[in-house]
């Protein structure tokens, strides 16, 4: 059972943490399409995109590293409210719906069960 939790940690960790440093990457120093996206169509501030980036960048990595509780704790908030302020966003933004926006929900998916499992190997570990 406790190897069986880990892997699907490690799993749905490194798919999450992938998906994010692939959705940052191009926003540390944003041009092209990413700065026609991010900037023209959702409004947001240069200064902002360059930030948030490298925000969810440091997040990937407190996640990724072991121990560090607490900060992982707050790396997986930080990335949920990226992720939430993404939805937000678009939604707000094209005033309406559309079936597209459903990607976004996967990278929600792999955060919430990439921290269940950690909560989950965590509780494993110290009944031990």
């Not at 799993?11 to 191009?26: N, R």
């Not at 990937?60 to 992982?72: E, N, S, T, W």
């Amino acid at each position: 059972m406790k190897n069986k939790i880990n892997i699907l940690y490690w799993v749905t960790t490194l798919l999450f943490a992938g998906f994010m440093v692939w959705s940052s990457v191009p926003g540390i120093s944003p041009k092209g399409q990413t700065l026609q996206v991010l900037h023209d169509y959702l409004g947001y501030p240069v200064y902002f995109i360059s930030f948030i980036s490298v925000a969810k960048l440091i997040g990937c990595a407190a996640i990724l590293v072991p121990g560090f509780d607490k900060i992982k704790e707050w790396a997986y908030a930080g990335l949920f409210f990226d992720l939430i302020g993404a939805i937000f966003s678009v939604v707000y933004v094209s005033k309406k719906f559309d079936p597209g926006m459903l990607f976004i929900l996967l990278p929600v998916v792999l955060g919430a069960l990439s921290y269940y499992f950690w909560n989950r190997k965590k509780f494993l570990h110290e009944k031990r």
